[in-house]
């Protein structure tokens, strides 16, 4: 999925990039690399699986089992539960701006 949009962004920025003569198409080609240069670093060369909600809870409960039942988990395991918690916690939602009067 994340491959797909970045090869989209790149396809744009190649289109944009023969249109470069309007100031418009410029300022699109700029923000389509900026924005593949955040995806690049965001991804670090880091593996994306896209999994469900459903399957992702269930991966959960499975570690957890495996826990109870043999004591402690093998590291990656451990890490995978970790990153699914993280990927299930909704972002906090940004405090409210104090009106001025």
């Not at 240069?37 to 809870?57: F, H, R």
């Not at 826990?67 to 906090?92: I, K, N, Q, W, Y």
Request: proline fraction near 5%; aromatic fraction near 4%.
């Amino acid at each position: 999925m994340l491959a797909d949009y970045r090869r989209w962004l790149v396809s744009e920025l190649k289109l944009l990039g023969n249109a470069s003569h309007h100031a418009y198409s410029f300022g699109q080609a700029n923000m389509a690399k900026r924005a593949i240069e955040k995806l690049d670093e965001e991804l670090g060369g880091g593996a994306v699986l896209a999994l469900s909600n459903d399957d992702a809870n269930a991966l959960m409960t499975e570690i957890a089992a495996l826990e109870m039942a043999g004591g402690r988990l093998p590291r990656g395991l451990r890490r995978l539960r970790e990153s699914l918690r993280a990927a299930m916690t909704p972002p906090e939602a940004p405090a409210p701006r104090a009106e001025h009067a």
